[in-house]
């Protein structure tokens, strides 16, 4: 004896309101949900070897309170990642993103959030625009010689060595 089984791929915005149904509107015995939240976007912006790292808020409530990590955020449905990248930094910085090049992409488990799609940008920054705080502690240029000095969210810091051999950082 077969069931039907439907097999539901949802973002994060739309997982709440989803029941298993029947094609006929029935409700069905058996159901399985894949949660899939929206992509996140981060930029890894260079200027004079260093990088912009944001030291995030001592909030309890946060994965990492108090680590260092990448600016960046989840996108909005239906938003290209490069778009999630200009208006997540903006948010958090007043400064505008010129041409965030792609240079990584994979899938990374957000820790209490479930696997999500990530895009790595990277900018030089204009050495001009200023670069102000709305979100976490500070954001500060770090060189990679300092790393071990700050306490990087490990699969950030991860990136961060990945992105110094490929020469992203000079």
């Not at 439907?6 to 094609?23: G, K």
């Not at 976007?41 to 808020?57: F, S, T």
């Not at 990492?64 to 990448?70: D, M, R």
């Not at 010689?145 to 992105?163: C, G, R, S, T």
Request: aromatic letters at 8%; charged letters at 25%; glycine letters at 8%.
């Amino acid at each position: 004896m077969s069931q039907d089984v439907e097999v539901r791929v949802l973002s994060a915005a739309h997982w709440s309101s989803s029941l298993c149904q029947r094609t006929n509107g029935a409700s069905c015995g058996i159901g399985v949900i894949i949660l899939l939240m929206n992509p996140s976007a981060d930029i890894m912006l260079v200027h004079q070897g260093k990088v912009l790292l944001q030291k995030r808020d001592n909030n309890p409530n946060i994965v990492y309170p108090q680590h260092w990590c990448l600016p960046g955020g989840r996108g909005k449905d239906g938003e290209e990642p490069v778009e999630t990248i200009i208006r997540q930094f903006q948010i958090e910085t007043d400064y505008v993103l010129k041409d965030p090049q792609l240079v990584l992409k994979d899938q990374h488990l957000r820790t209490g959030d479930g696997m999500s799609d990530r895009y790595l940008f990277h900018e030089i920054y204009d050495g001009v625009s200023p670069i102000n705080c709305h979100e976490g502690e500070k954001f500060e240029f770090i060189a990679p010689a300092d790393f071990d000095k700050y306490q990087i969210i490990p699969h950030e810091l991860e990136v961060l060595l990945q992105a110094i051999k490929e020469g992203l950082i000079k």
